[in-house]
């Protein structure tokens, strides 16, 4: 098979046939090689629990040796997989909120959105009247820290949902504790000898990830926006295209704001500005990879490089003189890459040792003279280039980002209302949803994963989805396939979209696509749509919006998954999670969950077909409008 087949993505086809000259060897490699997958492992009834394993079932051997039968061991699997998700979003939800305890006037970390703290203050019910803002920041920072291992009580964010969605949260017994304790719960209850009950599994997964997306992720993304500010629509570009011949290239990738917003500081420091070009560069060019790349695009128009699957073809332009990592979706391959060029791969967290890698630890408490530093390593690596080894594709999209909730409010409200006065709140969205001229919203959002074709997923469904009226947020790698496609520029509705959202689109401005940010920004989409269901007074499950992963790979996936279907809207998968070794698995996930959270997964690997059953799904939910 023709590797660049496995891409839809011409500059990735392009890297990869240079991978192939130079000697390099890339995932798209290793996937060829690895022939078949594990069968066991692909159907989530393998048991490695405990060292009496491995225990695969088979019709010869249906139960491992402590008596586990594949329900068990497929649910205990699956359920691990929603504590590993849940761990990291929170987690770096956590380090943000030990970000914004550190945060002080003359610091590195300081208050950007005052009246967003204020905002949250109040909703935390912490006293605001005549204090200092770093107080009231280190106070709302210590109760999002309690929010990790608080002895008592649910999440506290669960209150921004609608009246009827907590209620079916408080019936189903789903309201999540302190996030850790749900994490831990999950790692005791899938020990040796604990749960074997396959809906007890499944329920506490479900009550994990609402510690993700109503707990950690929101923390996340409402302490970032303090901290660095709040999203608003910017232009940038997207794709391999945006590294620079003449200028150092800083590729930055991973996650967490903390270290990405310190490294935009650093490059634009004078002095290292100047020794790039002593260097002999024209200057430093920063672009960003995955969810860090959403991060800083959201917040400065940082241009994007590309997606999960395209970090190591970053290395292999021979252009990078540094890779900058912290913590998630990190290949362990780019050590290996980045020895066949100049390319400098430095990690950052000591939660992400990757060997091979020069390590740098940062620290919040340093943070920009850390950030510094690493600049520099990169300034100076930019003499090492070899020209001749450089090959830069040419492709890149212009794309408008930075749509947070609060961009989008008064983007509707600028230009449907303009002689009217401003709503300020959703009515413009739901008016057009209700009135059908939008038939429905979909969340696409999620991973590239190689068991199917690089962004052709991604970029199906949304074309197909954009077609049909039904407006498209995105956020993490989905977002960043939407932006090189082209389908972050305004000019997309004209060439894309079904008549009623081009005229929306026109309307008010906007793409047809909107870029929402990182992952843990799905608590954005949360937001948003808790917003819609409350001003029409219904629940989440009864509007016509869907959560999609077209090409999800991660753990963290499975975790926004659950979280998404637990409140209560319909999430479509166009990859079968490791469930298919339990029936009643399969049963529960994509049918039993909605007599209970009025949601389910729906899985089909054919994008074509999954679109469809979308569209007509969307249709049929539109009924609750009528009533
Ligand atoms: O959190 S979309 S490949 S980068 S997991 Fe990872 Fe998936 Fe990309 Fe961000 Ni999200």
Redesign the pocket.
């Known amino acids: 098979m023709d590797k660049k087949m496995l891409t839809i993505d011409l500059n990735s086809q392009v890297m990869i046939d240079k991978a192939e000259k130079d000697g390099v060897e890339t995932m798209y490699d290793r996937k060829l090689a690895m022939k078949a997958q594990c069968g066991f492992g692909l159907q989530g009834n393998c048991c490695r629990i405990c060292g009496m394993g491995p225990c695969r079932i088979t019709p010869k051997t249906p139960r491992g040796l402590c008596g586990a039968d594949e329900h068990t061991i497929v649910g205990r699997n699956f359920a691990r997989m929603v504590a590993g998700g849940t761990a990291a979003h929170s987690d770096h939800a956590r380090d943000l909120a030990h970000t914004m305890a550190l945060s002080s006037r003359d610091g590195n970390y300081k208050i950007r959105e005052e009246g967003k703290l204020i905002e949250l203050a109040k909703e935390w019910d912490v006293a605001t009247e005549g204090r200092d803002i770093y107080d009231i920041a280190h106070e709302v920072a210590e109760i999002g820290l309690m929010e990790f291992g608080k002895p008592y009580g649910v999440s506290r964010l669960l209150k921004n949902a609608p009246k009827q969605r907590q209620q079916v949260w408080k019936d189903y017994e789903i309201e999540p504790r302190a996030i850790d304790r749900e994490i831990a719960t999950i790692m005791h209850s899938t020990h040796i000898g604990c749960t074997s009950d396959l809906d007890s599994l499944i329920h506490m997964s479900l009550r994990t990830s609402m510690a993700d997306g109503w707990a950690g992720s929101m923390i996340g993304t409402r302490f970032s926006d303090i901290l660095f500010g709040t999203p608003i629509p910017r232009q940038t570009e997207a794709n391999l295209g945006v590294l620079e011949q003449t200028k150092v290239n800083i590729v930055l990738h991973g ?1 967490e704001p903390t270290l990405s917003e310190m490294i935009v500081l650093a490059s634009e420091d004078p002095e290292l500005v100047a020794l790039a070009k002593e260097m002999g560069a024209e200057g430093i060019n920063l672009a960003g990879m ?2 860090t790349g959403n991060e800083v695009t959201m917040r400065h128009g940082v241009r994007i490089a590309g ?2 699957h395209q970090q190591e073809l970053a290395i292999i332009t021979g252009a990078v003189e540094a890779v900058i990592v912290d913590v ?2 990190i290949f362990p391959a780019l050590a290996k890459v980045a020895d066949c060029y100049h390319t400098k791969f430095i990690t950052t967290s000591p939660k992400a040792k990757i060997t091979g890698s020069t390590y740098i630890e940062f620290k919040e408490e340093e943070a920009l003279a850390i950030a510094k530093e690493i600049v520099k390593e990169a300034v100076l690596n930019f003499k090492n280039r070899d020209q001749e080894k450089v090959l830069i594709p040419e492709l890149k999209s212009s794309a408008t980002v930075g749509y947070s909730v609060d961009a989008i409010i008064p983007q509707l409200d600028r230009v449907v209302n303009s002689h009217i006065d401003p709503t300020g709140t959703v009515k413009p969205l739901v008016d057009c949803l209700k009135s059908g001229v939008l038939r429905g919203a979909a969340g696409v ?4 994963n190689a068991k199917g074709v690089s962004n052709e997923a991604h970029v199906t469904i949304m074309k197909e989805l954009i077609k049909n009226d039904i407006i498209v947020v995105t956020t ?3 977002a960043q396939a939407a932006a090189k496609f082209g389908l972050m520029d305004k000019d997309a509705a004209k060439k894309y979209a079904g008549k009623g959202l081009a005229t929306v689109c026109e309307l008010v401005d906007i793409p047809p696509v909107l870029h929402m940010g ?2 843990v920004d799905i608590s954005r989409i949360l937001d948003l749509v808790a917003a819609c269901a409350k001003n029409l007074d219904m629940d989440m499950s009864d509007i016509p919006v869907v959560g999609i992963a077209p090409e999800w ?2 753990e ?2 499975v975790a926004i998954g659950c979280y998404v279907v637990a409140s209560g809207i319909d999430t479509y998968l166009g990859i079968m999670p490791p469930i298919t070794g339990s029936s009643r698995a399969v049963e529960i996930l994509t049918e039993g969950l909605k007599d209970k959270v009025g949601a389910s997964f729906t899985v089909n690997e054919n994008c074509h077909e999954l679109a469809a059953t979308i569209i007509s799904d969307i249709e049929k939910k539109r009924v609750h409008f009528e009533k």
């Open positions: 996650h995955c969810c997606d999960f998630q979706c959002v999620g991973c590239n993490g790698c989905g990182s992952c790979m991660s963290k996936a």
